[in-house]
């Protein structure tokens, strides 16, 4: 097997776990409906677990453009193999989303919300706010990347890690992920977004495009940076990458705190147009 086929495989799993607990706890009649947000939390970090013994010792099963990104900004990925990652990745995505729109397709007819609907694909906000939205995308990611560098630095029993990385993804969940839903990964929000936009899903709404921008350029930005700071850290190096990228993040976030409110306001007002 290729990386490029390994990460296909891997994130196409990782969907296929992490939608089916959404639509399993959230669809009209399943079985599971009503299981909550640990239930949730759980299936996420199992498919996650799932994906890298899958992937692991083919691809590195990163299974994340902000993972890919994160570990190309630090010198540790080599940037010529990011484009075809990234492809895998998203068609990995598309593939599950679409996967689990057919194991769920009667309760996909039963169920009227169609916020619910589109929760089984991907994530939206508690509240929506551009800036803490991106924050708490932006902080998520950063954490699963030192999380996930801090694990490789450590050695644990053969066949370990995928548990260790699953019980991160868990923690992020459980602590961090009420806000937005924790994307912290731009396939697995983007690819299924797109699955929700082709399928012919019964009485879906739109896709929430307004907001699709949220939980990929968040992931890839505290990915890339959560990387960068970890390699400062535990260097004690800080050199001219790392505060080019402080000072860069500090640029974005401040540039997001002043225009947030109107971007809010207009999307709004869109919404309202359309309504």
């Known amino acids: 097997m290729s990386p490029f086929i390994g990460e296909i495989l891997g994130t196409m799993i990782l969907i296929i776990f992490g939608g089916g607990v959404v639509a399993n706890v959230n669809l009209q009649d399943s079985k599971a409906q009503g299981g909550g947000w640990i239930v949730v939390a759980l299936g996420w970090g199992l498919g996650v677990t799932m994906a890298v013994y899958a992937a692991g010792q083919v691809s590195g099963a990163h299974i994340n453009p902000a993972v890919t990104l994160g570990l190309a ?3 540790d990925f080599p940037w010529s193999d990011v484009p075809s990652y990234i492809t895998a990745q998203m068609i990995g995505a598309f593939l599950g989303g679409c996967i689990v729109y057919f194991h769920f397709l009667p309760h996909f007819r039963k169920e ?3 916020a619910l609907k589109l929760a ?3 994530t939206d906000p508690a509240i929506p706010h551009t800036f803490s939205n991106f924050l708490s995308e932006f902080i998520g990611t950063a954490m699963l990347l030192i999380g996930l560098l801090a694990i490789g630095s450590n050695e644990f029993t053969e066949g370990l890690n995928p548990f260790i990385v699953g019980f991160l993804i868990v923690a992020i969940g459980l602590s961090l992920g009420g806000t937005t839903g924790y994307a912290i990964n731009p396939a697995r929000d983007l690819g299924p977004r ?3 936009f082709f399928l012919p899903i019964p009485g879906k709404g739109d896709s929430n495009w307004q907001y699709a921008w949220i939980p990929v350029v968040g992931p890839v930005a505290g990915g890339m940076y959560g ?4 390699q400062a850290v535990t260097e004690a190096s800080y050199g001219t990458l790392f505060w080019i990228w402080t000072v860069a993040v500090a640029v974005l976030l401040i540039g997001l705190y002043q225009i947030g409110d ?5 999307v709004k007002a869109n919404s309202e147009a359309k309504n």
């Open 227 to 230: 990387a960068v700071f970890y």
């Open 194 to 196: 797109l699955a929700h």
């Open 112 to 114: 009227d919300d169609k």
């Open 262 to 266: 109107k971007l809010q306001e207009t």
């Open 120 to 122: 089984v694909f991907s």
């Open 73 to 75: 900004a630090i010198g």
